[in-house]
C-alpha cells in the first residue's frame, strides 16, 4: 500500500517562474492538504482540498493555487515565484471524517534563484 | 502565520537519558498531535491526543494534553541513537478538519 507520493522530489526554478506541484494521496484517502515548510521552521498550512474543491485556506496570497482531481491526486501551483517561495512542500492526505489523522509525503524541495 | 511556542529550540543528551518537550498557545485546541521529522521525509504521526487531560503511551513516548486545552507535553524515556530528529507539535482546531498549527520543532540529538 502506497503512502503519500509526491513529485518531483526537488525543483529549481528562477524569480518570475510559475511552478507546479503534484501529490498522490494513500489509498482510500480523500482528503488532501498542502504546507509549506521553511528551513528551520514548522510547516504552514497552505489549503484543503475534498470533492475537488477547495474548503479551507491558510495566510497565502493567491499566487498559491491548487486543484485536485476525480481520483484524488492534487496540484500545488505557485505563480510569480518569489525568492521567500523556497521551501519544503509537503502534502498529506486523509479520509475526510473525524479524528482521522493526516498521512505525509516526503515533500518537494522548491529552491528560488 | 500563526505557531505554536514549542521549547527546548533543541537538546543535546546522552543514550539513555529521558527527555522532555513542550507546547504552550494562546488558543485552544481540540486535538494535539505530535509528529517526527527525519532528514528528507514529510513528518510522521507519534501521537494523537483528543481529550482535554488525555494521557496517551506509544512505547517509550508519552504525551498528555493540557487541561486547559493551551498546551501539551512529549516525554520520550531511556532515549536511544534514533530518536535523533526533530519533533513536532501539531494543534488542530475541530476534528474534522486539515489545517494543523506546528510548532517551530524541538531538534534532538542523542550521544551513545
Known amino acids: 500500500d502506497a503512502g503519500v507520493t509526491q513529485s518531483p522530489t526537488h525543483l529549481i526554478k528562477t524569480r518570475g517562474q510559475q511552478v507546479t506541484l503534484r501529490c498522490s494521496p494513500k489509498s482510500g484517502h480523500d482528503t488532501v492538504s498542502w504546507y509549506q515548510q521553511a528551513l528551520g521552521q514548522g510547516p504552514q498550512f497552505i489549503f484543503q482540498y475534498y470533492e475537488e474543491e477547495e474548503r479551507q485556506r491558510g495566510n497565502f496570497p493567491d499566487r498559491f493555487s491548487g486543484h485536485q482531481f476525480p481520483n484524488y491526486s492534487s496540484e500545488l501551483n505557485v505563480n510569480a515565484l518569489l525568492l521567500g517561495d523556497s521551501a519544503l512542500y509537503l502534502c498529506?492526505?486523509?479520509?475526510?471524517?473525524?479524528?482521522?489523522?493526516?498521512?505525509f509525503g516526503a515533500g518537494t524541495r522548491l529552491s528560488v534563484l | 502565520g500563526q505557531q505554536l511556542n514549542q521549547s527546548p529550540q533543541s537538546m543535546f543528551i546522552q543514550e539513555g537519558e529521558d527527555v522532555s518537550m513542550n507546547c504552550t498557545s494562546s488558543s485552544i485546541f481540540n486535538t494535539w498531535l505530535w509528529y517526527k521529522q527525519d532528514p528528507g521525509e514529510g513528518p510522521v504521526l507519534l501521537i494523537a491526543l483528543y481529550k482535554a487531560g488525555e494521557l496517551t503511551s506509544n512505547g517509550r513516548l508519552t504525551a498528555q494534553f493540557g487541561i486547559t486545552r493551551k498546551d501539551s507535553f512529549l516525554n520520550i524515556s531511556a532515549s536511544i541513537p534514533s530518536d535523533v530528529g526533530i519533533y513536532f507539535c501539531a494543534g488542530q482546531l475541530g476534528s474534522n478538519t486539515g489545517k494543523l498549527i506546528f510548532g517551530q520543532g524541538t531538534t534532538l540529538q542523542v550521544k551513545p
Open positions: 498529506a492526505s486523509r479520509l475526510g471524517g473525524a479524528k482521522n489523522i493526516q498521512y
